[in-house]
């Protein structure tokens, strides 16, 4: 239970600042989303870390109990097949983000998306 509070911790706030800035700065945002987009290298490197991130979360807690802390297994997992999708696959990566960018309410969706959840891991987190 103490390696959930401190992922829960750790993930909370940083969901709520990415969150924060997909709500209050989207046209930077997507500014930079494209740029980024636009580098076959940076996506090889964003998918080397999120997998690195992801591998440690999964190592540290592969909790699959039916409570809160599983939430944070789910979002390793996510992580470790989301880095392995952008270093294998770095083009596909290339045009589900420029469609994804194409919607303009998906930046605000995913915001609200991300704040409630690191809204919600920082509760269970801190206050638990």
């Known amino acids: 239970m103490e390696t959930s509070l401190f992922l829960a911790q750790l993930i909370g706030p940083v969901l709520i600042v990415i969150g924060v800035g997909l709500l209050l700065k989207q046209t930077e945002f997507r500014e930079m989303a494209t740029d980024f987009l636009s580098s076959r290298a940076l996506i090889f490197v964003s998918g080397l870390l999120t997998l690195v991130t992801g591998l440690a979360i999964v190592l540290?807690?592969?909790v699959w109990e039916f409570n809160w802390p599983v939430i944070i297994t789910i979002l390793g997992w996510l992580s470790v097949f989301g880095g392995v999708f952008?270093?294998?696959?770095?083009?596909?990566?290339?045009?589900?983000?420029?469609?994804?960018?194409?919607?303009?309410?998906?930046?605000?969706?995913?915001?609200?998306?991300q704040i409630v959840l690191g809204l919600w891991l920082s509760y269970v987190g801190y206050m638990g």
């Not at 952008?86 to 998306?113: C, E, H, Y």
């Open 60 to 62: 540290t807690h592969n």
């Open 86 to 113: 952008r270093i294998l696959f770095p083009d596909s990566v290339q045009s589900m983000g420029t469609s994804m960018l194409d919607k303009p309410a998906m930046m605000t969706v995913s915001g609200v998306i």
